[in-house]
């Protein structure tokens, strides 16, 4: 248990953080002027930078955001006095500065600024800055303004996650955020999620609402019940090795796109359009085969015979499920009706991480097996029976 140091309390410990924030924010403050001072002189030029922006990312290991922030906040000082005096203070923030550089902010009514920007919170900052930029445009102004602003970015983080930001005129942004509500209410219903339950939040639900649009226009059926997976082809780079166990530490990835585990290399090949290229250390050995999206009326056979996922006791319809390959697909498994199951993506997860095991019996049943042995269940039936090689001549 961390504790304070018994000649301290919990205020003391606020007041140093406090104090501290002042000289950082003041530190910054004259970096960010003297930033700016030779993005004037332009004297990043000859380092081989596009611009100042691109000097201050490179040479300070900023973020672009962030250092064009910082460059945004250093010119607003430098043009505004009052503005640049509370800044070089440590009264207001760059993320302050920056909002308060965006248009709004003149020689006239400066100091009112300062004042409201010492006692606002960024957010409650921002949402003025955006009324008193609404004020000053006429109608035809505001909408020329919101179509230059407008712009999405998307991108892998440091984590592989898939990053979207962006910008849209509101009309634009109402219908997204209708389209968005109106899925999220439907997974909502499919999954028989409650309103606002711990482990669903609502934005993870609008995440999933997003993905099942682009599912439902990928699938060509413009079907917003039952989307297909999409038919987009993925490129995979993936060590032998690694799919072969070989080699734990091997490396696998999608093309222009973030590294990728075993796991999901492996969950990869039961759903989607793959073109795996096998590589050893990164040389490449040939080009596995090309694998479609599971036909569109093998699909629809397969939901209609499982009805729902067939993990035992899972609820989600197989409307809302994917397929999987119970002979999964890297080790050669048919895509066959016999050999596709339906698993929701929870479930279709899990297998893949290694939580349990199917194994099918001779009949044609399948047996969920734990990885601690334990048995989860069964699902019967005999539509997962292999079909007998037929005998030489």
Known sequence: MIALPPDEDVHAL??????????????????????ALLDELDGWRGDGRRDCVDWVSCELGYSLPNARALLTAGHAARELPELGDAFAAGE???????LLSAGVVSREDEG???????????????RRCREARNSQRTGPERDRAQRAQRHL???????????????????????????????EERLRQANHIDLDP??????????????????AVLGGSGSTEAPSAPPARIVVHADYDLLTGANPHGRGHLEDGPALSTARLRQLGCDATVKTLIERDGVPLTAGREKPTVPPDMKFRVRN??????YPGCPIPATRCEAHHIHHWFDGGPTKDWNILSLCWHHHDRHH??????????????????ADGEVAGTATGGAWKRPRKRAGP
């Open 14 to 35: 606020k007041e140093r953080i406090q104090e501290r924030n002042l000289r950082i924010q003041a530190l910054t403050a004259e970096q960010a002027r003297d930033l």
């Open 92 to 98: 207001l923030s760059v993320d302050k500065m920056k």
């Open 112 to 126: 009112t600024w300062v004042e409201t920007a010492r006692t606002s919170s960024p957010a409650e900052l921002a």
């Open 153 to 183: 970015h998307a991108w892998w983080d440091e984590e592989n996650m898939f990053r979207i930001s962006g910008a849209l005129r509101s009309y634009e942004g109402a219908i997204v955020q209708i389209a968005l509500n109106r899925f």
């Open 198 to 215: 711990p482990d669903q939040p609502t934005a993870a639900r609008r995440a999933d609402a997003l993905v099942w649009i682009c599912e």
């Open 305 to 310: 015979r499982d009805g729902i996922c067939r």
């Open 353 to 370: 991480d290694g939580e349990f095991e199917i194994h099918r019996t001779v009949d044609g049943d399948l047996t969920f097996v734990k």
